[in-house]
Each structure stands twice: as C-alpha cells, then as structure tokens.
DNA sequence: CTGAAAGCGCTTACAG
DNA sequence: CTGAAAGCGCTTACAG
C-alpha cells in the first residue's frame, strides 16, 4: 500500500531502475517501444517521483526564494505588498518559486533552519536593522541572500536601498522653492531600523544645506499616531509650513490634524509623504509623495540573489534607487 | 572544498558514521568522550547535516504547511492580512512552520510541485470556488488540505466558511428594525467565486424573508468601483435608504457617493460593510460592519490541517462560523 | 557503549 | 538503445 516508485515501475515493465529514469528526466534516448511500456506502468501504478531523493541524487537546488517579511505591524501595509510583488515577479520570471517567509519574529535560527532544510536556496531580506543578527548569521554560514535595505557595516554584502539623501533633497528643493523655510520632520523614532536611522541623518544634511533649522516630531504608524504627532508639532511650532512624514498610514492623521486647524493644503500647508500605498487612495486627499519605486528596487534584488545563486557576476552590488517625488493631485 | 559531511566527522573523530548520527540525534547514549570529539570534529569542519539526506533515510516529514492564497488584487488587503495571521499564529503554535503561497495564477499544477516536492505536507486554500481545479487535483492525488471557504459539491472535504446566512439575516434584522423598506446590495458579480454565489443566494433568501424587493448593483473591489456603484444604484433607486456592501474598500468610495448627494450616514441611509480592515481606520467614516472573524476562520482552518496531518479525528469537519455584527462609532 | 551494513529512492558515469 | 552498479548523505535495525 506504499507508494510505488521507480523500481516498482521498473519491474512491471520489465526493464531496469535506470531505464524508467532516463525516461523520466529525457537524457538519453529510449526506444518508442519500451517507452511506450514504461508509460503504462507509470500510470498503471500512479508513480510520483520522489522528489527528495531526486534532489539528493542529483544534488540540485530548490529553486526556491525566501522572502524574509518581518511582521512589524499586525496588517501588512501597500507598501509591503508592493515589495512582494515585484520580488514574485522577477522570481517567477527566473523559473524560481517564491516563498514569503513572514513570522513575527526576527530570528536567526528561522532562517537557518529554511536554509538547512534546502527549503529555499538563498533570502531576499526585509527590514534590515543597523545591527541585525540575520544578517550576521547568515554571512557566517555562507547562505547566499540579498538586503532591501542596510546594515551599518556593508563590507560584502549585496543590497538594494532608496537613495535617502536624494529622496530629502529634492523634497527640500521643491518646499523652499515654494517658499518654506520652516520644514519639520515626523520620523520613525527606532535607532535600530536602518532606514529610519539614514533619514535621520540625511534630513539633517538638507536642513544644514538648505539652511533650515531642523524640527523633529517622532511619529508612530498608525493614523491615530500621525494626528497625535502633528497636533504636538503645531502645538510647539505654530511656525512650521511643511512638513515631510515617514509612513503613508501616519500622514492620513496628520492632514486630519492640519485641517481641523482651518488651515488648507496645500495653500496654508505642505505636506509630503514617504511613499503611497492602496492607503493613499483612500483618504479623501491626496499628498505629495515620495515614491521609493519599491517594486523596481524588490524586482532588482531578487535578480541580484539570482545572479548570486547561479553564480553570475553582478558589477554593482550596493545599488541606490533614487526615488521620484510625485506630487498631489487633489 | 566541499560541505562537509557524517563521514568526514567520524574519520576526524576515529568513530564510525552511526555513532556521529547517534550523537547528532541523541537516540542512544554516547560515552561523554567520544561525544566530546565529535562535538570537536563537528565544530573543526562545520558540519551542517544535509537535510534533504536526512529526510530521505528518516521518511519524515518537512512540518511546512503552504498557506496558498492567490493574489486577485496587486495589493494585499487588510482582511487577507487577518487569515494570515491566524493562520500562521495557530501553525507556529503546533510547532510546523508557516509558508505563504501567494501566486497570481490558480494553477493545481504549482501546488503539486511543491507537494511533490516535499516541501509542504498539507495546504491551506483561499479564494475558493465553486468549481476548482485545485481542490479536484489535491483530491485525487490525495494530499491533505482544508479549504477557507467552500466549493458546490463539498463530499469529503474539510472547510471552515462564513455563515452567511446568518450574516445577511441579522444585518436585515438590524436595519429593518431602523425601519429600512429598500435594502441594496453591491455585491460581487462572479459566478465562479463561492462567497459571491452563496452571498448573493443568501441576499435574496433574506429579502423573501423581510418581504422586501430585492436592489442589486454589482460593484467592484476599489474605492472608485465603490463610488461609480453607489452613484448608478441612486441614479436608479433615489428610494434606497441603505445598503449592504460586499467589501470594505468600495464602502470608502460608496460613503463618499451618498455624501456628495447630501445625505447623511446614518440618519438618511445606513450603510453595512462585510469586513473591516486597516482601510476602515483612515476612512473618516467608520460604518456598520459585518465582522467575519477571519483570524479565528483561519487558525481554525490550520487546526484541521494539523489534526488532518496527525491522522486526528475531527469531529465537524464542515465549519460555518457566524460572523458579528458591530456597529459604527462615528 | 560502539560498529558494520543495509536501506531510503533516486541519478549517472561506465560498459556493452 | 539498455543494464548493472556505485553513489548522494543520512538513519536504524542488527550484532557485539
């Protein structure tokens, strides 16, 4: 009552183990004749090939991708699903399965246990931290994966990224030509997350070169945050005419608080965002946004991790997508 | 330069290959010795045991579940987001491990690779239809699975689903008891889904029942959809004073129609969503709500799988479970 | 407490 | 065009 396998088929069509392989994969020439037999016994016992002794024999590779999501928020936002698609894209263009890896967790061993198991053959990660332990275990063992995103130390590793600095300059080139000189900030305050550490820095770098004196308001990601933020921000810098938020989700409560306030968008304030999601069409305002091409920059580093698996030479391994800023419409 | 293997350990470690493996498995007891030089040996060569070997010798299985959910829109959903993770909280708990598998096609022959493949004992089916391929294929091959949602003929299967007679019931008793005569419904206009069927069926049992005149506008999943429905079924039906809307992202969109006309939530129509997600948050109108209660459907649904895979009884393999109606607060 | 050997279900040089 | 045999890297009865 087990399920049959090669032998089995073997002996019902009278020919040897190899034979009923060959036939199998194609390598090498079989007589219509016994095909013909070995045909019948396949389906006459319903042979599915195992699959692990197949890759154990033949030592071939999963042609599986792990997409490494850590679930920072419970929903997964548009901007989430836009990484996903584009990374899926790519890899199933490549003849590659993905596999979306999302746990709650950040931990190593998770990975290392895909990776052992020859579930996948290598990780795209998401959600790099400055210091991050995945990426530490995983250049220790030699498994092959590609960041969106970065760590602190980069010697090595292969990533994409959004170009920040540009992101910031040519937000702050396009408020000050319009005439802000009060343009504040509301960040992800998290010292740990590398993106949110980078912006940081590189608002600080516009402010220092537009002149502009910085003013930060930390700001968590949901909307309700988002009002809770700008109030805050008026409340201290009545002053303030624009502003630049970190997340989508947020900006959707901070227009919310401008406005409650009588002041109009974009006449009496600027507000751009950090790239739109399903989320933007939503709200009944449409921001200016920075679009970090998220779909590109996924699509890229899964070529990249496939050029790593296959072995194929990749001639700028740290890329930088600068991002497009697109402005509102309502 | 190759990965090192058992039998590099036990030369390294002058003991035989099975006293490696013993070591490695704690099956039988090691003299503290010999298991020192192993450890030794192991630590001396990196050994990382081939897992595919392993799973081969020891005929067991790989503990992955494939949680399969084809991806009808670009973007995720909030209510997607829900069956996740009560889907994978529920896995991770039974010690298996969570994989998503989300494709934009609902090709069986995908699922078959990677049942083939070993590298998932069971699947987890959304967005199931009436008729669907995927659900014959696993049948006939005889690998396990449970279905979130259900087929027309559904001998022999395990599911959970929404009870959606229920649900339309005490959504007509709610807005009947507001004294409501003319009740639409924008629902969706797919045949083949079976949420959409069962929906619509049980749409018309409830109208029988309230002796009310059946109102149908199909409608789309975006908001803009949501907003061109409201507006065709007023431009028709001006006697229409509430509405049940299949999903909540054209809810967003059908709010902002019957504002635009002057009328307003709840006084002059009421308004009644299937599921809240993220969206409902950013909206600045949160309406009545039928709350399916996703995260439970799907870590019931995971439990099944597991009890399937365990070779566990299950008592009522045919789960409906009858959603909450919660009202809005704004 | 340890080893020699058979086996898991395939693939693939080596022969003919 | 086909077969006998070794091998992939483990596990696990069988012996001692």
């Known amino acids: ?63 599986n991708i792990g997409f490494v999501l850590p679930l920072v928020t419970p929903e ?13 894209r790519a890899i199933n263009q490549a003849d590659y399965t993905f596999i979306l890896l999302a746990h709650s967790d950040r931990s190593p061993e998770n990975l290392l246990r895909f990776a052992e198991s ?36 980069n010697t090595g590793l292969t990533y994409v990224d959004v170009d920040i600095q540009y992101a910031l300059e040519s937000s702050f080139a396009h408020l000050t030509a319009s005439g802000h000189q009060a343009i504040a900030y509301l960040h992800k305050d998290d010292d740990q997350y590398g993106f949110s550490v980078r912006a940081l820095r590189e608002y600080h770098a516009a402010c220092d070169r537009f002149d502009i004196s910085p003013l930060l308001q930390s700001c968590g990601l949901s909307p309700e945050e988002g009002e809770v933020a700008m109030n805050s921000l008026l409340d201290q810098h009545p002053e ?3 502003a630049i938020v970190w997340s989508d989700i947020p900006t959707v409560g901070a227009v919310q608080a401008i406005q409650a306030r009588g002041r109009q968008i974009p006449n009496d304030f600027s507000i751009i965002c950090q790239e739109h999601s399903i989320i933007s069409n939503l709200a009944s305002f449409v921001p200016a946004v920075i679009d970090i091409r998220a779909d590109e920059m996924a699509a890229q580093a899964a070529q990249f991790l496939i050029d790593l698996l296959e072995d194929q030479p990749i001639e700028q391994p740290q890329l930088l997508f600068p991002p497009k800023l697109v402005l509102g419409e309502r």
């Open 240 to 242: 303030v005419t624009a």
């Open 76 to 88: 997964m936002t548009g901007l989430e699903m836009k990484f996903i698609s584009g990374a899926s």
């Open 118 to 153: 020859g579930l996948v053959d290598g990780f795209i990660l998401m959600e790099v931290y400055m210091q991050d332990d995945r990426v530490d275990m995983l250049q220790r063992e030699g498994i092959p994966f590609v960041l969106i995103g970065r760590c602190a130390d």
């Open 1 to 63: 009552m087990k399920r049959p396998t090669i032998a089995d088929v073997a002996t019902r069509a009278g020919v040897s183990r190899s034979t009923v392989s060959y036939a199998l994969s194609n390598k090498r020439p079989i007589s219509e004749e016994t095909r013909l037999r070995i045909q019948q016994a396949i389906e006459e016992l319903g042979l599915r090939p195992n699959a692990t002794a197949k890759r154990l024999a033949s030592r071939e590779r999963s042609r």
